[in-house]
């Protein structure tokens, strides 16, 4: 009987202290110690090696206590990481890399296609950029990240808050907020950027975009880029960029809500400027929107302000509201005495919902039945080789109407 007792008690003990253990390795971390990556040397063929979130905070670390302009904050100067799994941030506060403008992170990140998950920033200072990297200027691409928060106050962005940067294939999901210059990939900077997407909801004041806020310019582009998220501002919103400056805006797409909750929303820009270097191209060429665009005044379905910029074999079927006569149009409305051009634009008659005594004289207006057709596909590729664009064949991921050669 003794024996029995005691071999009883053992078996309870025993399973006692597996569940135990059990319950104790599920546990999820409350803090990441930072720890230095112990694979690659940093060059292009021998990238160091992010391998877990531990990684990515001593990276963060390192970055952010060098002492601006010295031989230290260089240490990372074409220097080559590499993201080799899949990083879960578990919604920990984590502290941008490169946290101040005068410490930008300056190497070069290859994200493999891999997805940082839960990544979760707040920067209440004014003077601090926010994002994954809060100043970038280098190169990143082949990263999504899933499930982010970011709340910060100006340049803010899901990839980088301020960067004089490329950035290529990555993405963003999740939810952005902030004041002024907000974008779903960057907030503020010199950008080009391609392949890369938002989806969420984003919010701000002034300069508020799906994929850049504020793109300073001076030559840059975008390509290739799509907003799926809703974004709300007060003033100069757009789905793909809130304010842009003497840059190329191509083959870009918005199916997002847009609404400015004051003035000057665009489906493709809020406000467009050129003409500060008439050697520097400032356009938009095969864009579209089907998102509805909603402000006060100057709203519009691919710009909703423009000062000397040309917009080409652009269409619009979103619903534009809240318009009025002086401040509005489908496709752009532009000032008056400066040189604005559109070509070969086009929108569906019945997106817009104004006053029908209300002549609207930039874009095409035609109906649905022809917009999706094989004509119209034509009308836009306009016999420019390669084609831009195809027709949305079924399943019909866009309605029917036209879509672009890269979706």
């Not at 701000?204 to 504020?214: N, P, S, T, Y």
């Not at 051009?341 to 649905?368: A, Q, T, W």
């Not at 057709?373 to 664009?389: E, H, M, R």
């Amino acid at each position: 009987m003794q024996h029995r007792f005691f071999f009883s008690l053992l078996f309870s003990l025993f399973f006692f202290s597996c569940d135990n253990h059990e319950e104790i390795t599920q546990t999820k971390p409350t803090i990441f110690i930072p720890t230095k990556w112990t694979k690659g040397t940093g060059t292009i063929d021998d990238p160091y090696q992010i391998e877990i979130p531990e990684h990515l905070v001593y990276l963060s670390k390192t970055v952010n206590e060098a002492v601006p302009r010295t031989a230290e904050a260089q240490r990372f100067s074409n220097k080559y990481f590499k993201i080799m799994n899949d990083i879960d941030l578990n919604n920990i506060l984590f502290i941008p890399i490169g946290n101040i403008y005068d410490l930008p992170f300056i190497g070069n990140l290859d994200g493999n296609f891999k997805k940082i998950i839960n990544l979760k920033i707040k920067i209440t200072n004014e003077h601090e950029p926010a994002g994954l990297f809060g100043s970038l200027n280098s190169r990143i691409k082949n990263l999504s990240i899933i499930n982010g928060s970011i709340e910060g106050q100006n340049s803010v962005g899901g990839i980088a808050g301020e960067a004089n940067a490329n950035i290529e294939n990555c993405s963003f999901e999740g939810n952005i907020i902030g004041k002024d210059g907000v974008g779903g990939i960057a907030g503020t900077g010199y950008l080009n950027i391609n392949n890369c997407s938002f989806n969420g909801s984003i919010q701000g004041e002034a300069f508020i975009g799906g994929i850049v806020g504020d793109n300073i310019g001076s030559n840059g582009q975008i390509k290739n880029c799509f907003n799926k998220g809703t974004i709300r501002g007060t003033t100069m919103v757009g789905g793909i960029i809130g304010i842009n400056y003497d840059s190329v805006i191509q083959e870009c797409y918005n199916i997002g809500n847009i609404t400015a909750s004051k003035e000057i929303a665009g489906g493709i820009i809020g406000l467009s400027l050129g003409g500060r270097n008439l050697n520097i191209p400032n356009y938009i060429n095969n864009c579209y929107n089907k998102g509805r665009i909603l402000a006060q005044k100057y709203v519009a379905g691919i710009t909703g302000k423009q000062d000397q910029g040309l917009i080409f074999n652009c269409y619009n079927t979103g619903e534009i509201s809240k318009l009025s006569e002086e401040y509005s149009n489908p496709i752009a409305k532009g000032y008056d005495y400066v040189f604005n051009y559109v070509d070969n634009c086009y929108y569906l008659s019945s997106s817009i919902i104004l006053d029908p005594n209300i002549v609207l004289v930039r874009g095409i207006s035609k109906e649905k039945n022809y917009m999706t057709t094989v004509s119209f596909v034509n009308d836009l590729n306009n016999s420019i080789l390669p084609n831009a664009w195809k027709q949305d064949k079924i399943p019909n991921i866009n309605g029917g109407y036209p879509i672009l050669s890269w979706q």
